[in-house]
T-cell receptor
Framework: ETGVTQSPTHLIKTRGQQVTLRCSSQ?????VSWYQQALGQGPQFIFQ???????GRGNFPPRFSGLQFPNYSSELNVNALELDDSALYLC?????????????FGSGTRLTVV | AQSVTQPDIHITVSEGASLELRCNYS??????LFWYVQSPGQGLQLLLK??????LVQGIKGFEAEFKRSQSSFNLRKPAVHWSDAAEYFC??????????????FGKGTHLIIQP
């Protein structure tokens, strides 16, 4: 089975710009969640998508938005980038019916905002 | 709101010695509990998870964890560490929303250093 793949692996953007990060779910998984991991910190939950709809959100502003596609892949969009958005962005996929669900993480996208 | 505390930021252990990493959680109902490991610049690898049943959970790479409801703890243990175990370890708690999976709340992590 394929794991979770994220692209790109690294990205440099300028403050105020917009960025799109992509994630392909593990085969058979129907739920995707995104996390932000600042340097030296634990990951923080941004939001989760199930059946192409957002069904959970952490404490992040609306300029963080996402999509889930019929093939369960996903995008994270961040508008009006700020310096503090510099972080490792992790995507995780899971199967909603799992109890507990087994979250499989990708290797992440390292975003640097300058 | 749920929260996770990992009281030890850094732990140094000699190779071959036993290891225990501490995790305390705060949550109003029965949580999902997880331990993940992260090598530098990498994503998270699941070591083990717990929801119900036997409170001693076996994971990969020889790790185990014990759920203690009375102490709100889920400590990770390994009887003999290897140099390759040096990494960042994260404890996480999740909740079951009924309609499907939900997000995880992570601790700040414990950095494990292995001395030769």
């Amino acid at each position: 089975e394929t794991g979770v793949t994220q692209s790109p692996t690294h990205l440099i953007k300028t403050r105020g710009q917009q960025v799109t990060l992509r994630c392909s779910s593990q085969s058979g998984h129907n739920t995707v969640s995104w996390y932000q991991q600042a340097l030296g910190q634990g990951p923080q939950f941004i939001f989760q998508y199930y059946r192409e709809e957002e069904n959970g959100r952490g404490n992040f502003p609306p300029r963080f938005s996402g999509l889930q596609f019929p093939n369960y892949s996903s995008e994270l969009n961040v508008n009006a980038l700020e310096l503090d958005d510099s972080a490792l962005y992790l995507c995780a996929s899971s199967l909603a019916s799992g109890n507990p669900p087994g979250y499989t993480f990708g290797s992440g996208t390292r975003l640097t905002v300058v | 709101a749920q929260s996770v505390t990992q009281p030890d930021i850094h732990i140094t252990v000699s190779e071959g010695a036993s290891l225990e990493l501490r995790c305390n959680y705060s949550y109003g109902a029965t949580p999902y509990l997880f331990w993940y490991v992260q090598s530098p610049g990498q994503g998270l690898q699941l070591l083990l998870k717990y929801f119900s049943g036997d409170t001693l959970v076996q994971g990969i790479k020889g790790f185990e964890a014990e759920f203690k409801r009375s102490q709100s703890s889920f400590n990770l243990r390994k009887p003999a560490v290897h140099w390759s175990d040096a990494a960042e370890y994260f404890c996480a708690v999740g909740k079951y929303s009924g309609g499907g999976a939900d997000g995880l709340t992570f601790g700040k992590g414990t950095h494990l250093i292995i001395q030769p």
